[in-house]
Nanobody
């Protein structure tokens, strides 16, 4: 079973940047897709970005052009670089591993956007 630990959340002003990290307990080389999701108070959890084992990416329209997902197989880590942050980006961000049958989630890291 893959264990995931997120880090990098915190308080940032609108227009600022944060980089989230998701460290996996083992190799992520064979995992079909790694992704970031977020859940704001009163909202459903939503997809933010996905990167596949083939290094293709997909983003929610709301973050396209501002966020970048990447994976470092040597470090067993997935990143989410968040730029030009907006108030609506505030949420708990969760890392996800999709093995095409089994899914694993991290505990989440809080991102707060406030002036």
């Amino acid at each position: 079973q893959v264990q995931l630990v997120e880090s990098g959340g915190g308080l940032v002003q609108p227009g600022g940047s944060l980089r989230l990290s998701c460290a996996a307990s083992g190799s992520i080389f064979g995992i079909y897709a790694m992704g970031w999701y977020r859940q704001a108070p009163g909202k459903q959890r939503e997809l933010v970005a996905i990167v596949t084992s083939a290094d293709t990416t997909n983003y929610a329209d709301s973050v396209k052009g501002r966020f970048t997902i990447s994976r470092d197989n040597a470090k067993n880590t997935v990143y989410l670089q968040m730029n030009s942050l907006k108030d609506e980006d505030a949420a708990v961000y969760y890392c996800n591993a999709d093995e095409l049958g089994d899914e694993y989630w991290g505990q989440g890291t809080q991102v707060t956007v406030s002036s």
